[in-house]
C-alpha cells in the first residue's frame, strides 16, 4: 500500500525541520514540504535543498507575493481593519492564503492531511485550522505542539537541538534566543525572549539591529519627502503617477516607508486563546496606505456610509485576527466594503518624514466636497440655508430637555 502523505508547512527553522524529520517517522509517512513566498527574501535561500536533506518527498515554495497583495492586503486595507486600534494584521492575513495553498497542494498531491508547526499557545494554529475546516472539511490537521507525545520529546530547544544533530539534520540554531521574527511582504513582527518583558525598549540605541525594514526615526532624513498615491475605487494604483502592480505598491512603499522610520509599532495585544502578548510590528508600507486610504475616502465617501463602514472595523478586524477569512460572515462583509468603495478614486498627497506621515492634500474627480457649500462666506449656490439649522437643533435638543427635566425633578 502506498504510504500516507503529508503536507507540511515548513520555513526550514529548528522548529519545523525537527517536525519533519517527526512526522515521517511517526506516521510512516510521505512529506511534502510547503513553503510560501510571500516576501520573505533571502529567507528562502536553500530551502528546497535543506528540506529534501531532513527526509521530504517533495518540495514545494510558491511565489504568492501577487496573490498576497491583490486578493488579501488589499481587500483588508478597503475595510480600514485595524485591531486593537494599532494593529495592521501582517501576520494574520498571510495565514489563511498559506493554508489555502496548502489545501490545494494536498488536493493535487492525494495527500490526506496537513501539518503545521504553529505553537499550541498562539493564534496561528487557529487561523490554519479554521482555514482548513472551511475549505477542506475532509482533510485532517496534524499539530505537533498539541500532541503530548511531542512536547514530552521536545520540552525545549535543547531537546531540540540534539535531536537535529543526533538526524543530521541541517539547521542553525542555538539555545539562546534573543527573539522571534516573522516577515512578509506586509509587515515583519518580532516577538517572545526579551521581548516577554513589556518594559523592555526596543527603540533604543542599543536594539538598533532588531528593525529590518526601517531606520529609526531618528535617522530618518532630515528632509521630508513629498509622495502621490493615485486610488481606483479604493485600491492604489500608482506611486507619483507611475502605474503599478499591487505587489510593485507594497514594495515601493515599504522602500519609501522604511526610509523615513514610518509604521513601527510596540503593543500588548489579546490573543484569540485567552493570554496577553507583547508583540513589536514594522509595517512601513502598509502604514502609508493605511493613511493615504483614509484620507481618500473622507474626501469621496457618503458620511452614513463611512459609519456604517467604520462600524464594523472592529469587528472585520477581529475575523481577521482569529482566522475567519473565509467564512460568511467575512465574505459578507466584504461585499458591503467593496460597495462602500466604488467612489474611492483620486489621489492622495503625503509628506513622510521621520516617522510621521503628514497629509499634504487631496483631489479627486468625484469629490463630495464642495467649497461652495462649506465656505464661511456667502453660499453661491444657495445649497444651505442657515435659518434652518434652528429647527435642526431644536428637534435634536428636545430628548436632551425631556431627560433633564425628569433628572431635576428627581431632586426636588
Not at 38 to 43: A, N
Not at 166 to 191: C, G, T
Request: charged share 25%; aromatic share 8%.
Amino acid at each position: 500500500m502506498a504510504k500516507e502523505k503529508i503536507v507540511l508547512a515548513y520555513s526550514g527553522g529548528l522548529d519545523t525541520s525537527v517536525i519533519l524529520k517527526w512526522l515521517k517517522e511517526t506516521y510512516d509517512a510521505e512529506i511534502i514540504a510547503f513553503t510560501a513566498d510571500i516576501g520573505q527574501k533571502d529567507e528562502l535561500d536553500g530551502l528546497e535543498a535543506k528540506a529534501l536533506a531532513t527526509g521530504a518527498s517533495k518540495v514545494y515554495i510558491d511565489d504568492l507575493r501577487d496573490e498576497f497583495a491583490q486578493d488579501f492586503i488589499y481587500p483588508m486595507f478597503q475595510a480600514g481593519a485595524l485591531y486593537e486600534g494599532q494593529y495592521l494584521l501582517g501576520t494574520s492575513i498571510a495565514r489563511p492564503l498559506i493554508a489555502k495553498r496548502m489545501v490545494d497542494i494536498a488536493r493535487a498531491e492525494g495527500a490526506t492531511a496537513i501539518a503545521h508547526g504553529a505553537t499550541g499557545k498562539g493564534n496561528d494554529q487557529v487561523r490554519f485550522e479554521l482555514t482548513v475546516a472551511a475549505l477542506a472539511p475532509d482533510i485532517n490537521v496534524i499539530a505537533p505542539w498539541r500532541s503530548e507525545e511531542f512536547r514530552d520529546q521536545f520540552p525545549g530547544r535543547a531537546e531540540m537541538i540534539a535531536y537535529a544533530e543526533k538526524h543530521n539534520i541541517p539547521v542553525q540554531a542555538s539555545a539562546a534566543k534573543p527573539y522571534s521574527m516573522d516577515r512578509n511582504l506586509l509587515h515583519i513582527s518580532f516577538e517572545s525572549g526579551v521581548l516577554e518583558d513589556p518594559w523592555f525598549d526596543p527603540s533604543a540605541d542599543a536594539n538598533k539591529d532588531m528593525f529590518v525594514l526601517s531606520v529609526s526615526p531618528e535617522d530618518a532624513p532630515d528632509q521630508a519627502e513629498y509622495i502621490e498615491l493615485t486610488f481606483d475605487a479604493g485600491n492604489c494604483t500608482a506611486i507619483n503617477g507611475e502605474k503599478l502592480s499591487p505587489l510593485a505598491v507594497m514594495e515601493k512603499l515599504n522602500e519609501l516607508g522604511g526610509k523615513h522610520g514610518i509604521g513601527r509599532v510596540d503593543m500588548v495585544e489579546n490573543r484569540f486563546v485567552g493570554m496577553k502578548s507583547r508583540g513589536v510590528y514594522e509595517t512601513p508600507g502598509g502604514s502609508i496606505l493605511f493613511t493615504a486610504h483614509r484620507k481618500m475616502e473622507s474626501l469621496t465617501m457618503d458620511r452614513e456610509v463611512m459609519h456604517l463602514r467604520d462600524s464594523l472595523i472592529a469587528k472585520y478586524a477581529t475575523l481577521v485576527y482569529t482566522g475567519f477569512w473565509f467564512a460568511p460572515e467575512r465574505l459578507a462583509l466584504q461585499a458591503l466594503v467593496t460597495e462602500s468603495q466604488k467612489n474611492v478614486s483620486g489621489v492622495v498627497r503625503l509628506k513622510l518624514y521621520k516617522g510621521n506621515i503628514i497629509g499634504a492634500g487631496v483631489k479627486s474627480p468625484v469629490s463630495l466636497y464642495n467649497p461652495d457649500i462649506a465656505t464661511m462666506e456667502a453660499d453661491p449656490s444657495q445649497a444651505y440655508d442657515q435659518g434652518d439649522a434652528t429647527g435642526f437643533i431644536r428637534l435634536n435638543a428636545l430628548r436632551l430637555k425631556v431627560s433633564s427635566g425628569v433628572e431635576q425633578s428627581k431632586k426636588q
